[in-house]
């Protein structure tokens, strides 16, 4: 199959139907409802189920019913639904129940903008839980980390968040679904199931979902000790740009890091440019921050929100060795690419 | 020697971790006896909530999972939409049910998902320590409503079997009560036949069970008892709201 | 090569439409393409912009911050973007809408009659094609041939009748620029 055109929207929903998704639970919501409308008309034809709930809280939950039935399921939102989510990925989590969250950022309250925006990165529920949430930085990456989504979340029996900025959701671009990441093996099978205790050998009757043996403290300690570094270890992303040679180095996610390589283009004999680009916001890649070299006295961290939410994990990577500067929305606009550039020029002068 | 009684089958066996005096343990033993009768213990899934209703869960011989406050009916429909032919319920609490999760049950009600709900109704919110519930009747004393329930600061209390038989999708609505042999006799048949609903696929089922809490009423097991007769039945009236054929 | 596009009406007028069709058949020529939307919360009569761009290389932001074709249907369009054009860049202005004049020397400015046409044609819902086609005509990005086949391609069925007719309209763009470059 060729490249086609598609909106990101449309493209992560059938990259999840093509991943064998299985069942979707959602709500309309701003920049994200063509997911739910894609559903809505794909999963039906393709012997799946679309069913539109009352509201995030309880799309979410059905998801959670869904998982424990051993459904590949998912579900996506915007900021304003997530936080209403939120409880229950926490609940699926500590129960390890896997489950694909799709989240396309947008700016404010509900009765706030729609533009795009990157508002969410800090986002988490109650329980000290952590789960690997993908930052797509074009179409065919969203539809790629979407369609793996669903064997790491199997995987790892833990929920995948993608977090997309609106942008993401809302342009169209090219998409080969041919060049899908291959299929995981030897996933673990859904002996937890719930069909019914006849459906179990021994009739067995299913209660906790934990691993045989363990309470929710135990699983807590078995993910905290054992689980999450195993994820850390295998399932880290991150591109790294020439930061070996640079003067200063960006550090973004998503179309903020789009906007950086036209930057970097722009400003080629004039500045040294390298680039950190996590694609993983959890695991985030700390260690990609030890590749940068010596000449390097900066780093920049455009981000599509006013204060900056992933440069705090950007200081933690840097340990104190460079300053790192944030760049962002203005009082009246989002981040631009010439926002960047201005920002990186300031940098650059105050050095020298 | 013939047996008369024994415990039902679809229980697990676990002691009951109930208050002395509180009629969960005849409600879950109601439920547990139903599905013996329907013989369905094998392709059932319990949906707990939080709350003592939760305690469910632990003594139930079937599959079971625990749903986040009141989203147990959203639960369900993820789970009964995966196994349309297994039989699946809710078991909540008025505080589950009738506060935080009225939008889910009204919401299942109105798809007419096919499960089933028994929902207890002991006028409090039981394992938190005795807080005003929806349900709790006007001049009723709680943790949270010291001086007494007054309907002109928070409402009277809400009717949910009258509520959710308006709704087409509800194909099921019969509120019940286990204060006496005799109630819990059609207790017991309220809600066999709210399972029977599911099978048949007819709709959404929902027995409302008046049920006592002894402990956070300040009474003894038989006052209370007493009191749902007294003061709960006139308010909450028993009989079906809605039956199938 | 890196054309970047940014088409502006009021919402209902199409700007997105054909920025699509600029975008479906860049794609299919093997080009690389992106297609942006920003338009208000309304449905209709809002202001409405997408940004296409068409390059032979992989393209970074999809954003744009200069143009080298500015389409611009309306009056409030044409003063919000009339600025974006790079140097040497293409205005395209709907001159049936809009009354004023562009008064940059340093880019190419072309004023199209589209809704004059349009109800020349019979199909005044179809100011947007008029436009697209003096857009073929100056960029020669995509060809006329490859934006008929689209046509074709979108307008089956029952909607088939309506394919010819757009074609005209695209077609009598596609004239109007031709004649005055």
Known sequence: ?????????????????????????????????????????????????????????????????????????????????????????????????????????????????????????????????????????????????????????????????????????????????????PKRTALPPKTWALHGRGARAGKKPQLLFLPDGMGHYGAKHYCETQLYPEIIRNETRVEITDVEDADIVLAAYGTAARMCKNVIRELQGTVRLGMIRPKTLWPFPY??????????????????????????????????????????????????????????LAVWEGLQ | MAIVYERPKSLNGAPFTYCPGCTHGIITQQVAAAIDELGIVDDTICV?????????????DTDAIYSLHGRAPANATGIKRMNPDKVVFTYQGDGDLASIGTAEIVQAAHRGEKITTIFVNNATYGMTGGQMAPTTLVGQKTTTSPYGRDAAHCGKPIRMCELLSTIDGAAFIQRVAVNTPGNVRKARAAIKRAFQCQIEGKGFALVEVLSACPTNWGKTPAAALDWIASDMIPYYPLGNFKDFQ | MIQRILIAGQGGQGALRIGQMIAYTAIQKGLET???????????????????IVSDEEIACPMLTEADYCLVMNTPSFRKFKDMVVPGGMLVINSSMIAEKSDRQDIRTLYVPADAIADEVGNKRGVNMVMLGAYLALAGTVSLEAIYAYIDYSFQGRKAAFAEPNKELVKRGYDCARECV
């Open chain 1, 1 to 181: 199959m060729a490249k086609v055109l598609m909106k990101g929207n449309e493209a992560m929903a059938e990259a999840a139907i093509q991943a064998g998704c299985q069942a979707f639970f959602g709500y309309p919501i701003t920049p994200q409802s063509e997911i739910p409308e894609y559903f809505a008309r794909e999963l039906p034809k393709r012997g799946g189920l679309f069913l539109q709930a009352e509201s995030e809280l309880a799309a979410m939950n059905m998801v959670m019913g869904a998982s424990a039935s051993g459904a590949r399921v998912m579900t996506s939102t915007s900021g304003p639904g997530y936080c209403l989510k939120l409880e229950t990925l926490a609940a699926m989590t500590l129960t390890r129940l896997p489950a694909v969250v799709v989240v396309v950022m947008r700016s404010g309250p509900a009765f706030g903008t729609m533009k795009a925006a990157q508002e969410d990165y800090r986002m988490n529920g109650n329980g000290g839980y952590k789960v690997v949430t993908f930052a797509p930085s074009n179409l065919q990456e969203a539809a790629e980390m979407v369609y793996e989504a669903f064997d790491i979340a199997d995987q790892y029996r833990n929920p995948v968040v993608v977090m997309a900025d609106g942008m993401i959701g809302q342009m169209m671009e090219g998409v080969d679904y041919d060049k899908m990441p």
């Open chain 1, 287 to 344: 260690e990609a921050f030890e590749q940068i070299g010596p000449k390097c006295k900066a780093i920049v961290v455009p981000e599509i929100n006013i204060i900056g939410q992933m440069i705090d994990d950007v200081r933690i990577a840097s340990a104190g060795r460079w300053p790192a500067h944030h760049v962002g929305d203005s009082q009246n606009d989002f981040l631009t690419p010439n926002r960047i550039r201005d920002k990186v």
């Open chain 2, 48 to 60: 707990g909530c939080v709350g003592c209703g939760g305690y469910i869960a632990w003594f139930m």
């Open chain 3, 34 to 52: 992106t297609w942006l939307p920003s338009y208000g919360a309304e449905m209709r009569g809002g202001t409405a912009n997408c940004s296409v």
